[in-house]
């Protein structure tokens, strides 16, 4: 019984301050671009939406929203043991999301703003609203003892060069999962104020209109480019980032179930209507959306569960790693090749729908 209730223990790079997680393929990245690629583009065939929706950021809805109130000030050692751990893991991957998106969005709104000054403003702007997502999350870690050095983070963290184009795709759907996960999470607990073990989830409404009007910039933005989605090659790129996220949300969130259940919710339950509404909402402006449907979708990605949980047990073994790497080798295959089966699922095709809403 003792056991059960002891903190979990995080490396400390120094007291109170956590070793930021390990990168692997499925945590949070931090992005850069071609900045030059993007003060050249011509915004005009989406002038006066992108603007309007400028006008949206600058009225800054919420910049009265993230203050923490006196329900935040009392001890949360009752989450404890691995409960407390896996609300501490959320809390770090949500804070190293909403922190990528700060400093790209910040870099973008200062190379751009001589250049692309409408293009810089909203990239300024929202890189302000992630700022507080990122600080909010990182000062809800304090109560639990733990803090991230952002500005360790911001050195030592490995930066993804993607071409503008790929950054949309990725960001778009970073923001529209974003607002799904987080307001289903929201209304959840609206309706089980039970489960509502921790006071953060209070403020997940008004957030995640933050998160979908990003979503809706990046929307604007790439209709202003046709290339990035009137072509064959938009739509095996749509494929892919849409399977990349869904994937990724999924490994990652069946891993830490328990979160879920500590907050009334099956993960698998949670991660499949979130994929549904985030598949449907890109198809307003994505020329394919996946067959999520198909009955080999969740079959394929309940094979990679499988076998990431087999991955972890090798890496934790005794075995060596010389040894691991041959024993790791078909489970990776496996990965891969239940990927690409998913991939060549046949795609839902928008654009007619797409042309008739016009």
């Known amino acids: 019984m003792v056991d059960s209730l002891k903190k979990p223990d995080f490396d400390e790079i120094r007291p109170g301050i956590k070793v930021p997680a390990k990168d692997t393929i499925l945590t949070p990245r931090f992005y850069t671009t071609d900045f030059e690629a993007m003060a050249k583009m011509d915004l005009s065939p989406n002038q006066d939406e992108l603007e309007a929706i400028l006008e949206e950021f600058r009225a800054d809805y919420n910049r009265h929203h993230f203050v923490r109130d006196e329900e935040f000030n009392q001890s949360w050692d009752h989450i404890d043991g691995e409960k407390r751990r896996l609300f501490v893991e959320f809390l770090e991957r949500s804070c ?6 700060f400093l790209l969005y910040k870099e973008l709104g200062r190379r751009l703003k001589n250049k692309n000054p409408v293009l810089a403003e909203c990239f300024t702007l929202m890189s302000r609203d992630e700022a507080r997502h990122s600080g909010f999350l990182n000062k809800a870690m304090s109560d639990f003892n733990l803090q991230l050095d952002l500005g360790f983070l911001t050195k030592s963290k490995k930066y993804t060069f993607f071409q503008p184009k790929f950054i949309f795709y990725a960001t ?24 509502r073990v921790y006071p953060i989830f209070r403020f997940f409404e008004n957030w995640c209109q933050d998160e979908n009007r990003h979503g809706d910039f990046f929307d604007a933005l790439m209709r202003a480019q046709p290339d990035t989605l009137n072509d064959w090659k938009a739509k095996l790129w749509s494929r892919f980032f849409l399977l990349s996220v869904f994937a990724t949300m999924y490994l990652n969130d069946v891993q830490r179930y328990g979160f879920y259940a500590s907050i009334g919710l099956d993960a698998r339950e949670y991660d499949k209507y979130v994929i549904e509404k985030t598949n449907d909402t890109s198809g307003r402006v994505f020329p394919v959306i996946l067959d999520v ?15 990431n949980d087999k991955l972890r047990a090798i890496a934790n073994s005794n075995t060596p790693k010389f040894l691991q ?3 790791k080798l078909p489970l ?3 990965n891969a090749w239940q990927l690409l089966k998913l991939y060549l699922i046949k795609p839902i095709d928008m654009t007619a729908k797409q042309g008739s809403m016009i």
Not at 96 to 101: D, K, L, P, R
């Open 325 to 327: 790497i041959f024993q």
């Open 332 to 334: 990776y295959m496996s």
């Open 293 to 307: 449907d198909h009955p080999e979708f969740y079959e394929r990605l309940e094979i990679c569960v499988r076998n």
């Open 172 to 195: 778009y759907l970073s923001e529209k999962i974003g607002y799904w996960r987080y307001i289903t999470i929201y209304r959840h607990l609206e309706a089980h104020p039970e489960d």
């Open 96 to 101: 190293t999301a909403e922190f990528s998106g």
